[in-house]
């Protein structure tokens, strides 16, 4: 089983759609939790932290349920901008165990 | 803060030659460094994790004698591609780790730009 894993996608939305990506994890002792996002070509980008009682960011949300072991992302009123493929990353706060999923690729469309 | 660079960004070799990159953490000394490759629409896949005056932990099915890498300094880690062949064609992604965050359950790593290495 893996460590984190994604729904790959992809996501095709209208733009100004809300739309929301999950990530589950696998070891119940994973400590830190955030959502990178990836443009094509280019390196993962630290979109946000994710903490035990959720955050916002302007449109994005994220949240984490430690019961059912996920993490979440919402984007709200997606713009263009937006289409990107999404990573989530788990780490166990043990050492230098990160653990990428293999990434939401979005697509937003006018 | 937690800026770091990748030089070079693209660099095209000949089989057999050896290239190296080179990863900097700007504004933040990195204890621990990560290497990654990613081949078109593939996911990241971690190489190595380079610690700072130590060897480094290769991923299973990494050949540490192909990839070299170096960890001289709190803010430098660099990767050797030797005699690359046309499969090690990939885009390179360092990473560093910024451990000024720890204590604030941030404690993440922050990418460089990448390079892309084409062999012909």
């Known amino acids: 089983r893996k460590e984190v894993e994604q729904d790959p996608g992809p996501f095709n939305v209208p733009e100004g759609a809300t739309v929301a990506f999950n990530c589950t994890y696998s070891?119940?002792?994973?400590?830190?939790f955030f959502w990178y996002r990836q443009d094509c070509r280019k390196e993962p980008k630290l979109l946000m932290s994710v903490y035990s009682s959720g955050n916002e960011d302007g449109r994005f949300t994220a949240q984490l349920n430690r019961a059912s072991q996920y993490i979440s992302l919402l984007i709200r009123d997606s713009k263009l901008s937006d289409s990107a493929t999404y990573l989530c990353?788990?780490?166990?706060?043990?050492?230098?165990?990160?653990?990428f999923g293999t990434g939401t690729s979005l697509t937003v469309i006018p | 803060g937690a800026v770091v660079s990748q030089h070079p960004s693209w660099v095209i070799c000949k089989s057999g030659t050896s290239v190296k990159i080179e990863c900097r953490s700007l504004d933040f000394q990195a204890t621990t460094m990560f290497w990654y490759r990613q081949f078109p629409k593939q996911s990241l896949m971690l190489m190595a994790t380079s610690n700072e005056g130590s060897k480094a932990t290769y991923e299973q099915g990494v050949e540490k004698d192909k990839f070299l890498i170096n960890h001289a300094s709190l803010t430098l880690s660099t990767l050797t591609v030797t005699s690359a062949h046309p499969e090690d064609s990939s885009f390179y992604i360092c990473?560093?780790?910024?451990?000024?965050?720890?204590?604030?359950?941030?404690?993440?790593?922050?990418f460089g730009p990448g390079t892309r290495l084409t062999v012909l």
């Open positions: 990473s560093a780790r910024d451990l000024r965050r720890a204590s604030y359950g941030t404690d993440t790593q922050y």
């Open positions: 070891n119940s002792a994973s400590q830190s």
């Open positions: 990353v788990v780490n166990l706060n043990t050492g230098n165990q990160f653990y």
